[in-house]
Structures are given as C-alpha cells and as structure tokens.
C-alpha cells in the first residue's frame, strides 16, 4: 500500500483526535476533530518552550492563533520577541506585534486573534518583503 504524505498526516490527526477525546484531554472546543485541538497542558506545554535553545536564540518567532498557542503568543512577547502571527486561514496575511510597541500590561490581550489586529497593526499580505 502507498499512501501519500497527505494521507498520512490525516491518519495520525485522526488517530490524535480520537485519542485526546477517549482519555479526556481536550479542551474546548469540542469535538476536537477537524481543527488545531486545545488541549489539557497545552499552557505548560508553551512554558517549557520558553526553554528551548531555538526559542532563546530567536529574535523573531512565528506561532499560529490556535487556541492552544495564546499562552506561547504571550510568552514570545513578554520574552521580548517579535511576534509573526498569521491572521485566520490567512485570509489578511500576517500580524506583526512588536513587544517594544504593546504596553506590557496588554500582552495577554495582544496574544489574542482579536488583540493581535488590535495591537499588531495592519496586516502583512504574503509575498510582501519586510527588509
């Protein structure tokens, strides 16, 4: 039997899936399946990223808006870092946020989909060169 790469990443999200609704874990939204489920531990899982070498080194890090990634949102910005967020589906590019550019009190705000286009300024289309 060849399966394609595609049809094997659908298999282990759908082994995924079924698993994190059989032991419990997910979070809401449920059912998980069919999207980036959250998770019970998913809040730890971003502190230990903290932690990483790759993270440390990184001045700018790209995190998705999933539910389960806010906390890493937040990490990344109160770590300094310049954040690199695409917008839903990326349906308007990329947000920009820029811990240098957000009061510290907000970035649990900015870390938001909703905060994000607040505190991230306008969109980043694809194809667009930032140097």
């Keep these: 039997m060849n399966k394609s790469i595609k049809d094997t990443k659908q298999l282990i999200r759908e082994r ?4 994190l609704e059989e032991k419990n874990i997910a979070s809401f939204p449920r059912p998980v399946y069919g999207r980036i489920p959250n998770f019970v531990g998913a809040d730890k899982a971003c502190e230990l990223m903290t932690a990483l070498t ?27 870092k310049l954040l690199i967020m695409p917008t ?15 009061p510290r009190q907000y970035y649990g705000e900015a870390s938001t989909i909703r905060g994000a286009f607040k505190w991230g300024g306008l969109p980043i289309k694809p194809g667009i060169c930032l140097t």
């Design 88 to 102: 839903p589906r990326i349906k308007e590019g990329f947000l920009m946020l820029d811990p240098s550019r957000i």
């Design 54 to 80: 790759e993270f440390v080194k990184a001045r700018v890090v790209k995190i998705n808006p999933d539910s389960p990634q806010r906390r890493c949102r937040e990490l990344t910005l109160i770590n300094g």
């Design 16 to 19: 995924i899936w079924r698993l």
